[in-house]
């Protein structure tokens, strides 16, 4: 069984729900990680940006330093002159920042020349050997000792603030002609190696072992806390080793993202509704696709339908052409059977005619009768045959139509039957101004000779005021014409059934002969003319025909 609450359709809202919701919470979440990534990246790029800058400034005083040296002794004989060390210094002094001093010093270790004066006045005379702090007479001792260059940690200067001497013996034909002295304030050489953009931006410290030898930061409370985005670096020369911590500046910070719960309410809002729209969306492409199937299935039905439909359609039409050739062929075997009949009466009614020439006298009375009997059989046969003939006829043998004044057609009918109205005392009336009609003059008189004689023969025996009444009227572009009388009636039953071949009403049989031809005679000349025949009537109280006629086309 198909639990419907797990169907796919049901669980998609959800689905989709639960993918906005959590790119909403993502989101809020990390609503500011990106700029911290930035912070910290330019922080790090600017720890970089120092050790490069110190390093390359204090390698380059190292250079300067040997140089110095080098050019002091490389004349022969060399030139330990006070005059020409000065001119070196100052020179180098000058065009290299970062110096505190240059000096010299002697092979017994007392500081004799010193540049600029103003700065290490102090210094002369002094021995540094015997030097108050301790970390610099060791230094120094280790240069003499070893015969190499040798850097003090930092300490305080004679020259005031926080810096370290480098010595670096001169030798000369193996024997030490002094020391040369290079004197470095830790805060000279940042401050020539800070450009201001890193000054302002970040908090700057720098250790030598575990001691603070530099730092931009103010005296006081709001000193920096080390936190995510601050940055270890590590600065090398010569002798050195520094550890540098650099800490971006408040104004640095991205904006503190203050998390609002709203917010994360407001996205996950956000992700339901959308979520509903897409629920909805789907159904509604759901509702159309289901439509557009059911269009498309009843397309296809009505497609076959209609293909069902012509294929009965050909049916049809080849059953009505068998139908017509089948009525055809009937209606020329009751033409020549009518015909053929028409010989044995004709021959029947000579014979009787001579029976009673050459034997009238000698015929008795009821032979007589007999032959009477045979006589009326044999007019009636006739009649019937007649009547048959001119029904097969109708349709087969045209004549071409015409249109002409009903009047003169009315004329000549009741002109023929005058003798049975006068007989019956009816009084015909037909109305004034009859149009003109359109159709085969022949049959439409034989139709209205049909109907008038059914109306003087079923007018009823005791009419008190026998009546027939005749009119037309125009209606929908044709003519409708009509035969009233007052005679008889007929019951609702046989509305159909008088205008089949042979058919009689009992009441017609008590009223006298007839061949029961008439009626269909009358539908099929109406029928033949694209008209319709139809009756009202009522039992004891008359009988209307109507018949239409089409008007001729223009
Ligand atoms: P018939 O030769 O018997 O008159 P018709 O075909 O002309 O044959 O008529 C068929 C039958 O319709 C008649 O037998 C008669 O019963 C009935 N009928 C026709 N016209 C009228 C009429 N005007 N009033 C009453 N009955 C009629």
């Not at 190696?193 to 700057?204: E, G």
């Not at 009518?338 to 029976?355: N, Q, R, W, Y």
């Not at 003319?529 to 209307?544: A, D, I, M, Q, R």
């Amino acid at each position: 069984m198909k639990i419907s609450i797990f169907h796919f359709k049901n669980l998609f809202p959800i689905v989709a729900f639960l993918i906005f919701g959590s790119g909403a919470i993502i989101l809020w979440q990390n609503q500011n990680k990106n700029e911290k990534d930035l912070v910290f990246l330019y922080t790090q790029t600017s720890s970089e940006q120092i050790r490069i800058r110190v390093e390359g400034l204090m390698n380059a005083r190292m250079v300067s330093l040997e140089l110095l040296a080098d050019r002091w002794v490389e004349r022969t004989p060399p030139d330990f002159s006070q005059k020409r060390f000065l001119e070196f210094a100052e020179d180098f002094y000058t065009h290299y920042p970062g110096f505190t001093g240059i000096n010299w010093i002697d092979p017994e270790g007392v500081v004799r020349w010193v540049f600029p004066r103003e700065i290490n006045e102090d210094f002369i005379g002094n021995r540094v050997s015997e030097h108050l702090n301790l970390r610099v007479r060791d230094t120094f001792q280790k240069a003499g000792k070893h015969l190499k260059y040798v850097a003090t940690p930092c300490t305080e200067l004679i020259q005031e603030g926080l810096g370290f001497h480098t010595f670096r013996p001169l030798i000369y034909t193996g024997r030490v002609q002094g020391y040369l002295n290079g004197v470095f304030r830790v805060k000279r050489v940042m401050d020539t190696c800070l450009a201001n953009s890193i000054l302002t931006n970040f908090w700057i410290r720098i250790y030598e072992a575990d001691q603070l030898i530099y730092t931009n930061e103010e005296q006081g409370p709001g000193n920096p806390e080390k936190h995510n985005l601050h940055v270890l670096g590590e600065i090398n020369f010569p002798g050195k080793t520094w550890q540098l911590e650099l800490f971006p500046k408040e104004a640095l910070y991205p904006p503190k993202v203050v998390r609002n719960p709203g917010l994360l309410g407001f996205g996950m809002f956000v992700s339901a509704l959308l979520s509903l729209l897409l629920h909805f969306l789907n159904h509604r492409m759901q509702m159309y696709r289901q439509a557009r199937d059911h269009a498309l299935h009843e397309v296809s039905e009505r497609k076959r339908a209609q293909e069902a439909l012509k294929k009965n359609e050909k049916k049809l039409e080849a059953l009505l052409k068998e139908l017509a050739a089948k009525n055809a062929e009937l209606e020329t075997f009751v033409f020549s059977v009518s015909h053929d009949l028409k010989t044995p009466i004709v021959t029947i009614e000579g014979f009787m005619g001579a029976l009673r020439e050459d034997f009238g006298n000698l015929i008795p009375e009821d032979c007589e009768r007999y032959l009477n009997y045979i006589g009326d059989a044999t007019r009636k046969m006739e009649a019937l045959i007649n009547d048959l003939l001119e029904l097969s006829r109708i349709g087969r043998l045209t004549v071409k139509k015409s249109e002409f004044p009903l009047a003169d057609l009315m004329e000549e009918v009741i002109a023929g039957l005058q003798p049975q109205i006068e007989a019956k005392g009816i009084q015909v009336t037909v109305s004034q101004g009859l149009p003109l009609v359109y159709g085969e003059k022949k049959r439409l008189i034989q139709v209205m000779e049909n109907l008038l004689s059914n109306a003087i023969k079923y007018i009823g025996k005791e009419n008190p005021s026998p009546r027939i009444e005749v009119g037309v009227r125009e209606q929908d572009d044709q003519k409708v014409i009509f035969v009233r009388d007052n005679g008889i009636g007929i019951e609702k039953t046989y509305f159909e059934k008088i205008f089949q071949v042979f058919q009689r009403l009992p009441s017609a049989k008590k009223i006298g002969p007839g061949t029961g031809i008439g009626l269909a005679i009358v539908k099929r000349v109406i029928e033949y003319h694209g008209g319709k025949v139809w009756l009202e009537s009522e039992p004891g109280k008359g009988t209307t025909f109507f018949f239409t006629l089409k008007n001729k086309e223009a």
